[in-house]
C-alpha cells in the first residue's frame, strides 16, 4: 500500500476514515498531533474516566493497571485493535493487542499496581528468557522514568513514533507482531 512517493491513494483513503481513540494522561496530545499529520481526521482524546467510544483502533497510555484491564476488556468484547504505548524514559515500547489477545500477563497482581513500570519488568523477564544481551539498560530506565524532565523529553517522544508508526501499519493490515510481543527501542541499544 505504499508508493515510491509516500502513502498510496488507498491507504490515505483508509486513514482519513479511520476512528481513532487515544487514551490516558500521558502524551496524548503529541500522538494525536503525530497523527493527524499523518492523515488520521478522526481522533477522540479521552481521559482515562471518560466512556470509552466506538472506533476502530485505540491508542491506550493509562498508568494504572484497573484502567488499561477495563480499557482493553472494552475494546477486546467491542472487536477493536489496542495499541498499547510506553515511556521508558530513555526509550519506549509499544505492543499492539487484537481482540483476540488475551489479557496481558504485566497487568497481574504481582508486579504491583504502575502499568508502566510493569510493563518495564515484563520486557525486561521476556528479554531474560530469550537470553537477549546488553540489556543493562533497564536500570537506567527505572532511574530516568523517576526524573520527569528526562522522562518526558525522549520516551514520549519514542513512544509517539512508535505508535504513530504501528498505527499506519495496523491501517494498513501489515504483519505486525502482537502481545506477547512487542517493539521496544531506547537510546541505549536498540533491541527490536
Not at 490516558?24 to 482515562?48: D, P, Y
Not at 496481558?104 to 513500570?117: S, W
Not at 530469550?130 to 513512544?159: D, P, Q
Amino acid at each position: 500500500m505504499e508508493t515510491k512517493g509516500g502513502l498510496s491513494e488507498e491507504l490515505k483513503q483508509k486513514i482519513a476514515e479511520t476512528k481513532v481513540a487515544i487514551i490516558g494522561n500521558q502524551a496524548v496530545e503529541l500522538i494525536e498531533s503525530a497523527i493527524k499529520r499523518m492523515g488520521f481526521r478522526n481522533t477522540v482524546i479521552l481521559s482515562e474516566n471518560s466512556d470509552l467510544p466506538e472506533c476502530n483502533v485505540a491508542i491506550c497510555t493509562v498508568t494504572t493497571k484497573e484502567e488499561y484491564r477495563n480499557m482493553l476488556t472494552h475494546f477486546k468484547t467491542s472487536g477493536v485493535s489496542v495499541i498499547g504505548a510506553f515511556n521508558f524514559g530513555i526509550g519506549a515500547c509499544v505492543s499492539v493487542f487484537d481482540p483476540e489477545s488475551s489479557l496481558p500477563h504485566f497487568i497481574e497482581d504481582k508486579y504491583g499496581e504502575n502499568v508502566v513500570e510493569s510493563m518495564l519488568k515484563y520486557t525486561d523477564g521476556y528479554s531474560k528468557f530469550w537470553m537477549i544481551s546488553e540489556n543493562g539498560w533497564v536500570e537506567y530506565a527505572a532511574k530516568w522514568m523517576e526524573a520527569e524532565e528526562l522522562c518526558f523529553s525522549i520516551g514520549e517522544n519514542t513512544m509517539t513514533a512508535m505508535a504513530a508508526h504501528l498505527l499506519i501499519a495496523v491501517v494498513a493490515g501489515n504483519n505486525v507482531k502482537t502481545y506477547p510481543k512487542f517493539y521496544l527501542s531506547t537510546i541505549a541499544n536498540d533491541v527490536n
